[in-house]
């Protein structure tokens, strides 16, 4: 059974970081992708960045890139997600989901029904 974890979200001052990870198991297979979305109250769920475990490409929406950075650990099967510069905007329950088999991370698998597995969210709450 494929499983998603997340963890660390919690409450910070605009202006701080944050660093979540996401743990998978459940699979060995190595052509995936992980995404991180978020979603704030009465708004659709954004995809943020995704990583494709086959070549490590990367794809950023604009409103995190600069500020956000996904990296993966492969051998642990764990995604993280560094989070510089927080804004209150970024306040929000924020997701990992997988989807395989895959080899791409773009724009073009950006929406909530390009994946296939998702973690429970942890919330990010980010104070002015």
């Known amino acids: 059974e494929v499983q998603l974890v997340e963890s660390g979200g919690g409450l910070v001052q605009a202006g701080g970081s944050l660093r979540l990870s996401c743990a998978a198991s459940?699979?060995?297979?190595?052509?995936?992708?992980i995404g991180w979305f978020r979603q704030a109250p009465g708004k659709v769920r954004e995809r943020v960045p995704c990583?494709?475990?086959?070549?490590?490409?990367?794809h950023y929406p604009d409103s995190v890139k600069g500020r956000f950075t996904i990296s993966s650990d492969n051998a642990k099967r764990t995604v993280h997600l560094q989070m510089n510069s927080l804004k209150v905007e970024d306040t929000a329950i924020y997701f990992c989901?997988?989807?395989?088999?895959?080899?791409?991370?773009?724009?073009?698998?950006?929406?909530?029904?390009?994946?296939?597995?998702w973690g429970q969210g942890t919330q990010v709450t980010v104070s002015s």
């Open positions: 989901a997988a989807v395989f088999p895959s080899q791409i991370c773009s724009g073009s698998n950006s929406q909530p029904w390009d994946y296939d597995y």
């Open positions: 459940g699979f060995t297979r190595a052509d995936y992708t």
């Open positions: 990583i494709a475990r086959k070549d490590g490409s990367t």
